[in-house]
């Protein structure tokens, strides 16, 4: 048994066989060979061998050539390693004797190899991993060959273990078999993360690396709860979490009944509790958490979910369903937010060096009007049918915000003269996510008539930290005083102005900030749909008055630790449960 600490980006606990990703996208089941098939397997084994052989002389030819035999060595050695008669004999026993597959006996052997190597104390030879690595993948390429088995034909449940997903390959997992994932990089408000709530699978990220201590077909626990990874559990162990699999099932139907209960505070202060989606079947989560609506629609993940750019009626059919199965309650959609971590098909920005400060969202967007106005169409028809509002990412300046509208009225005026229905009171809000932002707030409230805090990318900007690196998990923090004044500030300038503020960043779903946020005069909050019932319980549990003592004496606080820790305390003293 083996435990691993990353990062717990979504909640639940999974518990199944592992299936291994390697950086290459490469998924190497334990799968086994028929008796009759085994000659024919080690023949397909020895033909992948030469030919993998054949690659790494000409590359040890090519280049001595140009950079002189030394370098070549380097590729000699690889080739010593591979064509090793006890390498040889181990894989040939595996698939004679125990039926293993090429593919999953080359997989276990080299990383078994690699082990080895990594345990040792000097650190010239623990980096010859990389050089066994390479040539497991060379072989892998040449056994699995056109046939790489992709991760979206899966026929059975499976955790999924990878060095990366990018928030694309996470969107398009296959949600019928997938029940987990984990992977070795990765930060807490990656979108990655966020596709895994939206999912509703446990999830881990930014493990480090551990994909070397696991073999596909292993048994392996996900607790999406405490970040931690189980892998081969003792008995003990797993019984202990099939029990946690049990209460986690009763404790959702206990919330379940809160469904048609009010959101509102114990002292009747009124509130909205709102989903966010990525998918358009999400609303069905949202109608089963009893969301006031959906606060905010990522419609990027139409761009990532596919390989062609979605044309106006994929984003139309999109956005009608669902507004339509919300009735008449509010829909937020959100124009792309495309460019940094989530990466569609478009010709990609030369030189963008750093990619969350580059060419992203509204950036993006007004500068592929093409593209922007075909979803504005689309987001203008679709406001006909139901009560649907248009919220701008990431505006930085008043420049941006203005130009925005100005396409918008432009497109507007387009469908008019062709007679297209469409909301001409359609409420256009923008996302705060940028400080500059909040530092204009009192002109910016003049021009919207919403604003949505999106506390996942203000912490990112605000602290100079990357929301999606997990070595520098420590320093971004959700709590930390100079994020809480600026949320303090918006929130008090749109109140000012009686202009509706929502957040709908991951701090909203977060069961510790639910006082702090309320007693900071936050009354719309927006979330991954399965955290709702339980942040509409604790709001249901406690006063303004209460939340709001609370918020003052955090405010006097330095340190993002000691305001955590209150919010902890506080929380643990009136839901217990909440605050584990
Ligand atoms: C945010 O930044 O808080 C937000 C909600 O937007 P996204 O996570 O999609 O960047
Ligand atoms: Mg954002």
Do not use: W
């Not at 989560?285 to 905010?296: T, W």
């Not at 009626?313 to 940094?340: N, S």
């Not at 049918?385 to 990431?394: D, H, Q, S, V």
């Amino acid at each position: 048994m083996q435990k691993l600490q990353g990062i717990a980006v979504s909640p639940g606990v999974a518990i199944g066989e592992a299936l291994v990703m390697d950086s290459e996208g490469f998924k190497i089941p334990r799968r086994f060979v028929t008796r009759d098939a085994v000659d024919e397997e080690v023949e397909r084994l020895d033909r992948a061998i030469a030919a993998a052989s054949g690659e790494i002389a000409h590359n040890r030819e090519a280049v001595s050539q140009e950079l002189g035999k030394k370098y070549g060595a380097i590729f000699e050695a690889h080739l010593q390693m591979l064509q090793d008669s006890r390498l040889h004999s181990e894989l040939e026993e595996m698939i004679r004797q125990r039926h293993y597959s090429p593919e999953y006996a080359v997989s276990r052997t080299l990383r078994r190899y690699a082990q080895v190597f990594q345990r040792l104390e000097s650190s010239y030879l623990a980096e010859r991993v990389h050089d066994i690595f390479d040539i497991e993948k060379r072989l892998l390429r040449h056994l699995l060959g056109g046939r790489a088995e992709r991760i979206s034909h899966l026929t059975s449940p499976v955790l999924v273990l990878a060095h990366n997903l990018t928030p694309s390959e996470t969107a398009n997992l296959d949600r019928q078999f997938v029940r987990g994932f984990v992977t070795e990089i990765g930060g807490p408000s990656s979108h990655t993360a966020i596709v895994a709530e939206a999912l509703e699978i446990p999830a881990v990220v930014g493990i480090g690396d551990f994909l070397i201590d696991v073999s596909g077909g292993d048994q392996v626990i996900i607790d999406g709860d405490k970040g931690l990874v189980i892998l081969q559990p003792d008995e003990e162990t797993l019984a202990r979490y099939q029990h946690e699999v049990e209460e986690i099932r009763t404790l959702a139907v206990r919330l379940e009944s809160l469904r048609d209960l009010r959101a509102e505070t114990s002292d009747g202060v009124s509130l909205q509790l709102l989903g966010n989606i990525e998918f358009p079947y999400e609303v069905d989560h949202c109608i089963d958490r009893g969301a006031d609506g959906v606060g905010l629609y990522r419609t990027e993940f139409l761009y990532l979910g596919s390989e062609t750019e979605p044309n106006e009626e994929v984003h139309f059919e999109a956005y009608c369903r669902v507004v339509r199965a919300m009735k008449d309650k509010p829909v937020t959609i959100r124009t792309f937010d495309l460019g940094a971590d989530k990466v569609p098909h478009l010709p990609e920005p030369e030189d963008e060096r750093n990619p969350f400060l580059g060419l992203r969202s509204i950036r993006l967007a007004l500068r592929n009007l093409p593209l922007f106005r075909t979803q504005l169409r689309a987001v203008l028809r679709a406001s006909a049918l139901g009560n649907l509002r248009i919220m701008f990412p990431l505006v930085s300046t008043l420049m941006e915000l203005r130009q925005a509208k100005m396409v918008l009225a432009d497109v507007m005026e387009d469908l008019d003269e062709h007679g297209i229905e469409f909301d001409r009171s359609l409420k256009i809000g923008m996302m705060v996510e940028v400080p500059a932002a909040v530092m204009m707030i009192d002109r910016f409230v003049e021009e919207v008539d919403f604003l949505s805090i999106g506390t996942n990318d203000l912490i990112q900007y605000t602290l100079a930290v990357d929301r999606s690196n997990k070595d520098v998990v420590g320093l971004y923090n959700a709590c930390d005083p100079a994020v809480l004044k600026l949320i303090r500030m918006a929130i008090e300038a749109a109140d000012k102005k009686s202009v509706p503020i929502n957040l709908c960043g991951q701090m909203s779903g977060n069961p510790i900030y639910t006082m702090l946020l309320l007693g900071l005069g936050l009354r719309r909050f927006s979330m991954t749909p399965g955290v709702l019932p339980e942040i509409k319980n604790i709001c249901r549990h406690v006063t303004i008055e209460q939340c709001r003592a609370i918020t003052e004496r955090v405010m006097t606080m330095e340190n993002a630790r000691d305001i955590k820790s209150c919010l902890k305390e506080e929380l643990k003293k009136r839901l217990p449960e909440s605050a584990q």
